[in-house]
């Protein structure tokens, strides 16, 4: 397979190169590839078919940035890249912000071969080799994707394969009942044993290499062991055993929690329960089970820790889970480049000598991620969202890079390397996860959001609901004490970890609300009090919009018209939504507290 | 037609008495009836076939409670007494909580012959005689009924028609667009007055007798004149003289207000907007236009003013709309008996010489309400609510009727007169809506309940939204000033009204915080503070629950077993959602304030 057949990132690729040299690298790892330059053109080493597919982009995006190949080897951090769609099979997409499924309509398959094409080649190039397709919350409909619907299942597989993609299937635990009529879904219930097993059978005969399954158990109302009184080990090893045979693996979230929780009861804390779940468990999984954990304790809020659970365990395979598709970060409304952070995940301290970086790879043998992705035309929704596809599969496949790369690079492939264009632009994607959390909830305060939807501001929706989320504002304080005298959530962290955050004047600022109940008074470094601060990052926030938009204006003459106009569009809607966020957050402590704004500007009553 | 033919209030109807002498009684009101006994019997006397049967169902109604038929004349204040249907045919009930509907199931009409004939002689007995089956939020599917749709609903109004109930259609103002293909709905072009024309026609060619039609326009994102630059009575008259030749009426809702307001606009006042949309076109509606309008300027809530639209236009046909289902008090599963609510709205004042009650039957020309019955075995979903349905229909035949008489009447009829359990059951019933008030949103507190589905408590949860539903608690004070200070919505009253509502120290107590904005140590008559007295209610509002539990036990023994457990489990719901109310009011308000309970009942923090 020449070259050729890797589309570049976004289906770039003009001016392309002399056919590179492929030559055999068998001293090189699984999927790597060594890129060189001499007199004879281009030479691309690898030991796999796949890390001759890989280095076929990079030399392609050498070629487009303008970089010269710098013969080293480039392979993966961690052998499975994997993408979660959230695809319905009725075609509607849970979080989806890009239009409908690529995959699905109507309760069929049902899609368009060569765009499915395309999409595997844009995620092939991005690293990504693993690919579910349907919603973790597994519909009596999509739970057939390993029953009746597995034949045309099989059909897509088939289009993923040549770009070294591998499918998943999300299944629902309770199958055995639901579809196979059992009485029960326990497993440890031979039939239930034998069942998962001939399903196993069957699936792997019709996609022989399918990835395996995923699975959501017991986590928000899902059928799961724990309500058969088994553990979470006894219900995904009955699944790992099914797939074993086949060389399968089981993908088993961690989102497990009590999501029926009253908010009267101050002990029972939601980000606790991860590590209340699993880390007891550790070493009961068997080897093809990877625990999928959310990279932070609560659900993908702009500002959480990172989870404790991720590296705790030595005994248990484990994927970090991200969400490309932003359900709480602006949903493809707003700006809002992931990489920036994941870069601060990625980099923050897991105890006094280690990063989560230094995890990946290691401890934590996979990456996850939910997809943003839909069957609007440009993917994404919002055009410069497709950077934080890009940028998932980069870091995924080196999380040794910064956003400030990997934006540097999305760019250049998508725009071009044009400074005047570039330099902004990155300017402006770089500095926007500041901007959204300044308007929206800073200091690590978290849900206040507005309930179902999740975009926008309301400050107390999820404040007297079941779903665990709670800041407990009051006239004179705000936030959850996650100390020791607190929930005592910190003491599921490394000891250096637990000093760092117990203690509110050496707690990292951004995570002040997240772990401590502060009064309004409360004194930030800057000097600052804390309500001010709220205040001043609230005024900061829509200004940070406002220069958004004189950037992207500026940059009109530099643009594709069909990238400035719809963009532009977009975030004049941010602005509204930065507007809102900034009076609602505003009013609701002015309201609360009555102190008004030190510097005079204009709060609502 | 025999008097068996109409079956008692709640298939009751066991020792019939000897077949009554039906005579003729031309002098008496159309649907009237006088009833009276001599040595031969009873004789029920009237001048028309509907008189005849209203007749029959009192005399059933006599012997059951018995009484003595006192020989006066029986006749209806309204000639119009109407339920609203809030069915989709999907099969769904808007606010339904009752199960599904009784008319639709997926997309078609689907129903059991049996029991809507059933269901007939029900609301006939009651005194309803028109019925809207389809919900005024009306989808392109339900459009339909008027199109192809229309032979299956004329099956239906045929087993309506012996029981005196004409049918209505809900239909969308912008049919001629959606059903009919024109370009517009502009009420005044002459093609889309051609189309209703002709719809009008072929409606009445297959159900001759239908009442009219209903409309929801320029309502929560539903088509209207008003996008069209049209008035309310240019829209409502295109309609009016479609049916006209066919004896037809429309009812025009006036829910017309901005739901997509600016909670930062402290100008735009919702309670404002149906006065003000529809006072000044008095006298431009077409005398067969009926305006439905709520009875309180806001949506059914637990407490409000009387709308003040209601009476106020002199040459306009008007119809009060009441809410039987429980979509704000308590959705059938908290005992409610609306009776009591309606009693106080008809016997509030609304200038200094007059009640609501002696509108009825003058400016206000019918009576209206949304349905609380589904296909659930017993109509209702709670067997208590039973009482609202039946209540409702007494009330619109005789608004001087105590909510003591009807809802003693209902006892009787349904379990009984045995005064052991007569009584007690009355007595928690006519509590039931003070109780809810006091342990939900007291003294007019609007708005402080979930978004989307309405149950339970969320005091901020439509505080930043767009619907226009503001209470705008602060650390000093909540409420909105409705006097001429403020949003000058008092001034749409009488000014005896004006006067009584403008003067906080006058103020019904019980309204106080829908129209003033006070600070929390505003002293009641009590000699409490306003916030005293939103503790205090709260803690009482459960005491009361558990009362009624208590109650409900002790009359165990007298109650079918059918009746009395269903009524228990709701009962203990009933408890868990008062405590929960109960709990995150008095929270909220400590959490804003700091003043504990002076009595020191534990408030959560």
Redesign the interface.
Known sequence: MGYSEYDMWLQGGEGLPPEPCFAAGPSLPPEGFRLTQDAEGFRIESADEAGRMYGSYALQACLKLGKQPDGSVSAPAVPERILNHWDNLTGEVERGYSGKSLFFKDGELYYDPGRIKDYARLLSSAGINRVCLNNVNVTPLSARLITDKLPDLAELAAIFRPFHIKLIIAVDFGSPVLLGGLPTADPLDDRVIGWWAQAADRVYEAIPDLAGFLVKADSEFRDGPAAMGRTQADGANVLARAVKPHGGKIWWRCFVYNCEQD??D?KTDRPKAAYDHFFPLDGSFDANVTLQIKHGPSDFQVREPNSPLLGAMKHTAQAMELQITQEYTGQQIDLYALAVQWEEILSAAVSGTRTMRSLIGEEIGAMAAVANTGNDANWTGHTLAQANLYAFGRLAWDPSLTAKEILSDWIGLTFGTEPALREPLLGMMLSSRGTYEKYTTPLGLCWMVN??HHYG?????Y???KWGTYH?????AVGVDRTANGTGYIQQYHPFLQALYEDADRCPEELLLYFHRLSYDFKLKSGKTLLQHIYDTHFEGVEDVTDFMKTWESLKPLLPESAYAPVAVRLARQLENAK?WR??IN??F?????IPDSKGRHI??
Do not use: I, L, N, Q
């Open positions: 908010w009267r101050t309930v179902h501001p309301s400050p107390e929706g404040e007297f609901s407990r504002a009051d006239h004179k809102e009076d609602v009013t609701y002015f309201r609360k507290t009555g609502y009553r």
